[in-house]
Every structure is written in structure tokens, then in C-alpha cells.
Nanobody
Framework: QLQLVESGGGLVQPGGSLRLSCAASGFTLEYYAIGWFRQAPGKEREKVSCISKSGSSTNYADSVRGRFTISRDNAKNTAYLQMNSLKPEDTAVYYC?????WGQGTQVTVSS
């Protein structure tokens, strides 16, 4: 069964950090590029970051570049999104994507 499970979301104060994880089962992670997306209330889902199969190439939305870091551990079949210097506008449900499949999402709320 193909499944993606995100975790690591929560409530954090502005300036804080969170590390999201995306655990894949039923996939061999090394065969896929991976994306992180987010959707804030009333807004369309947007791409935050993506990483190539090998991990050698990454890209980021302008709004998160320099604050977020995407990574992957193919041996653990898990991808990560390290989020630093969080802002209230980062509040959203965060989803990982690979191979045409979405996870269920994890809520990130940045508020004082």
C-alpha cells in the first residue's frame, strides 16, 4: 500500500523552528523527486520546496528561501523540511508529494 505520512507540525511562536517529516511506505524513495507544499485557509495550495532523487538539487519558493531546508534520507525512506525563523504567514497545512501521491498533511501554526 502506497502511503505518505507527514508529522512534526504544531504551534510555534514567530521566530521559532519546526522540522517536518514525510515517511513513505510502499515506495522506494530513491526513485522519486519529492515536494513539500502548503495550503493556508482560503488560499490555493502552493509549492514550498522540492528535492531531486539524489538530493543534489533543491529549489525553494521565494517566500521561504534562506529559512527552510529540504532534505531526504533514502535509507530511512523519509523526507524532511526544516523550517527556521517561522513567520505567521507560514501558517498552513503542509503536505509532501511524490510519485503523484499526497500525504494527509500536518498543521503548522505560527502565532504568539
Amino acid at each position: 500500500q502506497l502511503q505518505l505520512v507527514e508529522s512534526g507540525g504544531g504551534l510555534v511562536q514567530p521566530g521559532g523552528s519546526l522540522r517536518l517529516s514525510c515517511a513513505a511506505s510502499g515506495f522506494t524513495l530513491e526513485y522519486y523527486a519529492i515536494g513539500w507544499f502548503r495550503q493556508a485557509p482560503g488560499k490555493e495550495r502552493e509549492k514550498v520546496s522540492c528535492i531531486s532523487k539524489s538530493g543534489s538539487s533543491t529549489n525553494y519558493a521565494d517566500s521561504v528561501r534562506g529559512r527552510f531546508t529540504i532534505s531526504r534520507d533514502n535509507a530511512k525512506n523519509t523526507a524532511y523540511l526544516q523550517m527556521n525563523s517561522l513567520k505567521p504567514e507560514d501558517t498552513a497545512v503542509y503536505y509532501c508529494w511524490l510519485g503523484g501521491h499526497w500525504g494527509q498533511g500536518t498543521q503548522v501554526t505560527v502565532s504568539s
